[in-house]
């Protein structure tokens, strides 16, 4: 089964990364869900919850503010001036 290389950054540390199965986001135009295989894309982020599905089935959620989503290749880049794990 492929799977999403994840990072999410804020401004000064590196939150967490690993690999996962989907990444949920909010952005300004409203929530997206990225899966492996997604379109490249570079959206902004609106303050909220970044929700990260691990390839086991666990979920780690981390609140991001003022930011963005990258996604390249079945990479997922979350930076945020300010992120951190719930």
Request: avoid cysteine.
């Amino acid at each position: 089964m492929a799977s999403l290389n994840v990072s999410v950054v804020s401004a000064d540390q590196q939150v967490w990364s690993g690999e996962a199965t989907m990444v949920v986001a909010r952005t300004v135009e409203g929530e997206i869900g990225i899966l492996p295989g997604h379109e490249p894309m570079l959206a902004i982020l609106a303050r909220g919850e970044v929700r990260v599905t691990l390839p086991g089935g666990e979920k780690i959620t981390a609140n991001a503010d003022d930011g963005f989503l990258s996604v390249q290749a079945n990479a997922v880049q979350v930076v945020a001036s300010r992120a951190e794990l719930v």
